[in-house]
T-cell receptor, first 117, second 113 residues
């Protein structure tokens, strides 16, 4: 299947700092990428939909000024957690939809474990 | 919007037995239903999917069935093996418009050797 690359895989940072997470579609173009947050033993919580060349669409309750999303190209979306606090510690995972050939499969990045001290 | 419910939340089976996980959805416009397997600390991996114009699909030990009328779909794993132990998520989406995927709450499957 298609490959989605996510970096970094693990981040430990001090409270108040900002952290940038990158999500790349390696062998297909993705006009839309999705960002999720996942707590231990829980489901994937959609945070926002990243749209290439336009503003991201945020889910209710997600602070757009805290979780900045940029989708500047057809293969790259970034999520920046600004002024991170311990409660932002979580597993963040991106996904991209491969529409090549009329398909509709969703592929995930490897996730980023964020720990804010 | 779409609402996907998944049951059971946990499931333990003896090695070699079958496992069945069930999901229901609410939006009749949903027409694509994938299943993902997620091992601890790793990304969800697509294991099988089904479109609304098909009632059943099988891939070796894994099968998915879909009942459009009742709006439910199920994952069937036969001859389970310890390496099948993971969390399984169902999802529903309308592929026509590239809408977002709506995920079930997950089922933690444990296969006991």
């Amino acid at each position: 299947g298609a490959v989605v690359s996510q970096h970094p895989s693990r981040v430990i940072c001090k409270s108040g700092t900002s952290v940038k997470i990158e999500c790349r579609s390696l062998d297909f173009q993705a006009t839309t990428m999705f960002w999720y947050r996942q707590f231990p033993k829980q489901s994937l919580m959609l945070m926002a939909t990243s749209n290439e060349g336009s503003k991201a669409t945020y889910e209710q309750g997600v602070e757009k000024d805290k979780f900045l999303i940029n989708h500047a190209s057809l293969t790259l979306s970034t999520l920046t957690v600004t002024s991170a606090h311990p409660e932002d510690s979580s597993f963040y995972i991106c996904s991209a939809r491969d529409l090549t050939g009329g398909g509709e499969k969703l592929f995930f990045g490897s996730g980023t474990q964020l720990s804010v001290l | 919007g779409e609402n996907v419910e998944q049951h059971p939340s946990t499931l333990s089976v003896q090695e070699g037995d079958s496992a069945v996980i069930k999901c229901t959805y609410s939006d009749s416009a949903s027409n694509y239903f994938p299943w993902y397997k997620q091992e601890l600390g790793k990304r969800p991996q697509l294991i099988i999917d089904i479109r609304s114009n098909v009632g059943e699909k099988k891939d070796q030990r894994i099968a998915v069935t879909l009942n459009k009328t009742a709006k439910h779909f199920s994952l069937h794993i036969t001859e389970t093996q310890p390496e099948d132990s993971a969390v399984y998520f169902c999802a529903a989406t309308s592929s026509n418009t590239g809408n977002q995927f709506y995920f079930g709450t997950g089922t933690s499957l444990t296969v006991i050797p």
